[in-house]
């Protein structure tokens, strides 16, 4: 007979014998009161006793009567220790009963040439075969050869040391594959007891665990970003494999191991302090960190660190890691991209206003020729008039400083004002110079200007680039203005709610609706061919965003106005 599969008995007898203890199992109502039975009969039998011979028999020897009674109590007293220790047997067995009827595991009994004494299953459903069929049969008979020989090992390993033995197998039953785990112990020099265990839930739980796990195992090796997990001694638990890529080793070097393992002392103390300060304020923390990889490249790392409680109560955190390498350097060539476009906004504007320049410029230096014949002949004169000459020479200087002023604003406006230092500046002389720049132009082309700057407000800017935006604004309002028949721009500086405006209006035809949500965008102009480079309003607003500020159109105005907003300073 091979039935290969656990073991079950048949649980339908009430009165069971088992070979643990040889007794039967039966169920007593009165068992508990007998040592108190006993003891009263033995206590009536003997005062009986006395009193039927005293009154009866009167030649009778007391003395015989004592030993005969004396004798009835011995027995009687023999007789309940003796029902108290079955009691207690009773009631170890109906433990034992219990306890096994209640389990979930299958008990058996074998001799030491492996034949089956006895089984019990506490149900019907864990065994294949009838007990009957079972008591008497071999392990090999049961089992199998197979399996059976492996019990019948384990059974002599048992016997001859003593110590207990585990047997994990599996059966297949009905297409499915069920595991059991048997436990093994010696009951005597001639049988061992033993125990089956249903694993076979367990044993699915823990493949669908490991599939789970390979799944997101898969999963976290498919992402391109590194990732990782430390404990809270800032050992490595986990890697995926972008991340065994970037520290150029595989997981079974790097596991267990911390970042001085691997890395320059300055740069693990660097992923060593952004750990600490992780695990010591449990809340996500974000960093750019200095990485040398593998093959020496120095690499700019962005590094998410994530702090979690494992199942064992200990701290742990899991960081995620974007090399920003490449990013940093396109940012590096877009802010120069940006410089360059800068540049060519601030020269362009100097190039339109090129000929107001030559203006502003070519007048002073025709009132100083003018004053300069004038004292050339006021000197040939005898006697000289000094009083006239200094008058003259006084005329020739402050007009020198006006050309200084205007070259002086020429070179400001000429060179690159990003890397200047924010400095606390007078909105006034911000106005004053730009308007310097192209006043003339203005009034050669008959564009009025008007300003009304209030007194005493100032910002924290670069003064170089507040001019250049301010410069920007004056030529788009010059080229709008020029077109109306009464031409004006006006420029007005006042304090607001603790904001510093400063605006700039022209007579233009304006802005149509279509074109207003396009200004700010980079290359985009309303001028004709050859006169902008659509760059002016995107960097102009830029700049003015790098001083916490806002550059806007205002669509209640009646003329066209842009706005500068800036902080003010009190």
Partial sequence: MNLRSPLKTD?????????????PLGKSSVGPFLPAVCSAAAFAVLGGSAWYFSDNFPGVNSVLVAIVSGLIVLISGLLWVLLQQLLRLHQSRENLRLTIESSTDIVFLLDAAGNYLDVFASSKEKLLASPASIRGSSVRDVLGDELGGRVEGIIASVMASGENQTLEYSIPISGEVLWFEAVVSKRDNES????????????????????????????????????????????????????????????????????????????????????????????????????????GRRRSLLTKKTPFIGVNGRKKLIG?????????????????????????????????????????????????????????????????????????????????????????????????????????????????????????????????????????????VRSVQMSQVLLNLLTNAYYSASQSTEAFVGVQAYLAGGQVEIEVTDSGAGISQEIRDRIFEPFFTTKPVGLGTGLGLSIAASIVREHDGSLFLDPNATYTRFVIRLPAVV
């Fill in 11 to 23: 649980t339908t007898s009430s009165n069971k014998t088992w070979p643990f203890i040889k007794l």
């Fill in 320 to 460: 995620v890691i974007r090399d920003i390498t490449e990013r940093k350097e396109m940012e590096r060539q877009i802010a120069d991209e940006r410089a360059r476009q800068i540049a060519a906004s601030r020269l362009a504007s100097l190039g339109e206003m090129a000929g107001g320049v030559a203006h502003e410029i070519n007048n002073p230096l025709a009132i100083i020729s003018g004053y300069s014949s004038r004292l050339t002949d006021l000197l040939n004169r005898e006697p000289i008039d000094k009083q006239r000459a200094l008058e003259i020479a006084g005329r020739i200087d402050s007009t020198t400083t006006r050309i200084a002023s205007i070259v002086k604003g020429l070179r400001s406006i000429a060179r690159d004002g990003s890397f200047d230092s924010k400095e606390i500046t007078p909105v006034e002389s911000i106005v004053s110079e730009t308007l310097g720049l192209c006043s003339e132009r203005f009034r050669n082309q008959g564009v009025k200007i008007e300003t009304k700057i209030e007194p005493g407000i100032f910002v924290m």
């Fill in 192 to 295: 061992v007891v033993g125990t089956i265990r249903d694993r076979t839930r367990e044993k699915t739980l823990a493949k669908e665990l490991d599939e789970q796990r390979l799944f997101m195992d898969n999963i976290l090796d498919s992402i391109s970003d590194p990732i990782f997990i430390k404990d809270e001694h800032h050992r490595w638990l986990y890697g995926n494999n972008a991340f065994s890529a970037l520290v150029g080793r595989n997981r079974n070097e790097y596991y267990g191991k911390s970042d001085e393992d691997f890395f320059p002392p300055e740069i693990a103390q660097v992923f060593f302090e952004a750990d600490k300060k992780t695990f010591l304020e449990m809340k996500d923390f974000e960093q750019e960190e200095p990485f040398v990889g593998s093959d």
